[in-house]
């Protein structure tokens, strides 16, 4: 744990030690050139300015303290070069600062830079699948830590990321925009426009989200690159992490129910309602996104979910080379079982059962520890959500320890008008992981 604290330390303040190398270079060079000219400039000039200051002391100070005067007139001139050295510097640094961020108040830039080091030498983590489930995490993760990857599912193909998809031929935006706006660093008002979805009256704009049709504009701009164009809405809402799609081609799902019927595409499996025996990628052998591969072999910690199981969760792993890079990774692996259950997807589903539907479809062991929430809704929520064809995730704790895997169970769930984990709850169990 120290070995992976220093090395982590070392690696977020290269920056900084490079720029101070840079300044002690600079320091060595001046004093080196200073020495080599020191006879024919710098030696002159300072014995003319010392026989000046003598001649202007001693006309009101007695000859035998003449000395001993200069003396505290050359401190007294160090003092105050250093004093106004240090602010003009601090002056410099305010101004550049408030220029390149208004928003930032004088008194916070001190507080800002602290806890930017810290998170910046935060453990490294990477989180995987889509939807709700997967933003909500990263609310919570991104309070600990910086070095987030959020490796996020690409086969939506209902809404605006669906008409986006079939209109530009690009990946569907819509579980990348959630990830860019939960570890958003930007103002309240970039990130509500992000989120912001037209309405009916907004003609052929209805049900678009202005995210998605701001990815969208990127990706045209970027010339059909959409990795460029996570990476510059990254850089406008200054996220704290990075987002990585699964894959950056574009692919479906396929899923064979218990009836043996066949049914193609997110938002029809989710429809059909059927009980789903396995399910697939269509093409099934896309190529693996190098970063995400490269994060999982690099991270300190392994989140898996929450999120729909069948839509979210498991199409990411079905993604080929994830499976793998999971399987050989060091890092603790944690998969986060929902809360609550998901209409035609894991209707009165247990949280073992969760477990189960991963293991049928990945068929390799991609985690350790299983996250079942404890606590129980009240009754008025529970009857809401019954009408919608939703139920509580009864945590079956003995089941799942029985097939081998490590629980751990809390209160995790956060409770409104809608039942969802707490992010910052779920996000400091998590990483209390790396203190085993």
Same mark, same amino acid.
């Given at each position: 744990?120290?070995?992976?604290?220093?090395?982590?330390?070392?690696?977020?303040?290269?920056?900084?030690?490079?720029?101070?190398?840079?300044?002690?270079? &600079?320091?060595?060079?001046?004093?080196?050139?200073?020495?080599?000219?020191?006879?024919?400039?710098?030696?002159?000039?300072?014995?003319?300015?010392?026989?000046?200051?003598?001649?202007?002391? +001693?006309?009101?100070?007695?000859?035998?303290?003449?000395?001993?005067? @200069?003396?505290?007139?050359?401190? +007294?001139?160090?003092?105050?070069?250093?004093?106004?050295?240090?602010?003009?510097?601090?002056?410099?640094?305010?101004?550049?600062?408030?220029?390149?961020?208004?928003?930032?108040? !004088?008194?916070?830039? &001190?507080?800002?830079?602290?806890?930017?080091?810290?998170?910046?030498?935060?453990?490294?983590?990477?989180?995987? $699948?889509?939807? @709700?489930?997967?933003?909500?995490?990263?609310?919570?993760?991104?309070?600990?830590?910086?070095?987030?990857?959020?490796?996020?599912?690409?086969?939506?193909?209902? $809404?605006?990321?669906?008409?986006?998809?079939?209109? =530009?031929? =690009?990946?569907?935006?819509?579980?990348?925009?959630?990830?860019?706006?939960?570890?958003?660093?930007?103002?309240?008002? =970039?990130?509500?426009?992000?989120?912001?979805?037209?309405?009916?009256?907004?003609?052929?704009?209805?049900?678009?989200?202005?995210?998605?049709?701001?990815?969208?504009?990127?990706?045209? *701009?970027?010339?059909?690159?959409?990795?460029?164009?996570?990476?510059?809405?990254?850089?406008?809402?200054?996220?704290?992490?990075?987002?990585?799609?699964?894959?950056?081609?574009?692919? $479906?799902?396929?899923?064979?129910?218990?009836?043996?019927?066949?049914?193609? &595409?997110?938002?029809?499996?989710?429809?059909?309602?059927?009980?789903?025996?396995?399910?697939?990628?269509?093409?099934?052998?896309?190529?693996? *996104?190098?970063?995400?591969?490269?994060?999982?072999?690099?991270?300190?910690?392994?989140?898996?979910?929450?999120?729909?199981?069948?839509?979210?969760?498991?199409?990411?792993?079905?993604?080929?080379?994830?499976? !793998?890079?999971?399987?050989?990774?060091?890092?603790?692996?944690?998969?986060?079982?929902?809360?609550?259950?998901?209409? &035609?997807?894991?209707?009165?589903?247990?949280?073992? !059962?969760?477990?189960?539907?991963?293991?049928?479809?990945?068929?390799?062991?991609?985690?350790?520890?299983?996250?079942?929430?404890? +606590?129980?809704?009240?009754?008025?929520?529970?009857?809401?959500?019954?009408?919608?064809?939703?139920?509580?995730? !009864?945590?079956?704790?003995?089941?799942?320890?029985?097939?081998?895997?490590?629980?751990?169970?809390?209160?995790?769930?956060?409770?409104?008008?809608?039942?969802?984990?707490?992010? =910052?709850?779920?996000?400091?169990?998590?990483?209390?992981?790396?203190?085993?």
């Amino acid at each position: 744990m120290t070995n992976r604290r220093v090395r982590t330390l070392i690696a977020q303040t290269r920056g900084l030690q490079m720029a101070i190398g840079w300044t002690l270079v &600079g320091i060595l060079l001046f004093l080196v050139g200073s020495a080599l000219s020191f006879q024919v400039v710098i030696r002159p000039l300072l014995t003319g300015l010392n026989v000046l200051s003598r001649n202007l002391f +001693a006309v009101v100070v007695p000859k035998d303290q003449l000395d001993l005067a @200069t003396h505290f007139l050359g401190g +007294a001139f160090l003092v105050l070069g250093l004093f106004f050295l240090i602010l003009g510097i601090r002056q410099f640094v305010l101004h550049l600062i408030r220029t390149l961020n208004p928003a930032l108040g !004088e008194a916070k830039v &001190g507080e800002v830079y602290l806890r930017r080091q810290k998170l910046a030498q935060g453990p490294r983590i990477v989180a995987l $699948g889509g939807g @709700t489930g997967l933003s909500t995490l990263l609310r919570g993760l991104k309070v600990h830590t910086s070095n987030i990857t959020a490796i996020v599912t690409v086969t939506d193909d209902g $809404g605006s990321s669906g008409r986006l998809s079939q209109d =530009m031929g =690009m990946i569907p935006p819509g579980d990348i925009r959630n990830c860019l706006v939960a570890l958003a660093d930007a103002e309240k008002a =970039m990130t509500d426009l992000f989120q912001h979805r037209f309405k009916k009256e907004a003609g052929s704009l209805s049900g678009h989200s202005m995210g998605n049709l701001l990815i969208a504009a990127l990706v045209d *701009q970027s010339r059909g690159d959409f990795e460029k164009a996570v990476d510059m809405a990254s850089n406008v809402l200054a996220i704290r992490g990075r987002v990585v799609p699964s894959t950056l081609e574009r692919v $479906g799902l396929r899923a064979i129910l218990d009836t043996g019927e066949e049914i193609c &595409g997110e938002t029809a499996i989710v429809k059909a309602g059927g009980k789903i025996r396995r399910i697939y990628l269509e093409p099934p052998d896309v190529s693996p *996104q190098q970063a995400a591969l490269d994060a999982i072999a690099q991270a300190d910690l392994i989140c898996i979910g929450p999120g729909s199981v069948y839509t979210s969760v498991i199409p990411t792993l079905l993604v080929p080379g994830i499976t !793998e890079a999971l399987r050989t990774a060091r890092a603790p692996r944690a998969y986060i079982c929902n809360v609550m259950t998901q209409p &035609g997807e894991s209707d009165e589903f247990a949280a073992s !059962e969760h477990v189960t539907a991963v293991q049928v479809n990945v068929e390799k062991r991609v985690f350790d520890y299983v996250v079942v929430n404890t +606590a129980m809704p009240s009754s008025e929520l529970l009857e809401r959500y019954l009408k919608e064809g939703q139920h509580f995730v !009864e945590p079956d704790i003995d089941r799942i320890r029985a097939t081998g895997f490590r629980v751990i169970q809390g209160d995790f769930m956060s409770e409104s008008n809608v039942v969802r984990h707490d992010p =910052m709850r779920l996000a400091a169990r998590l990483i209390a992981l790396l203190q085993r």
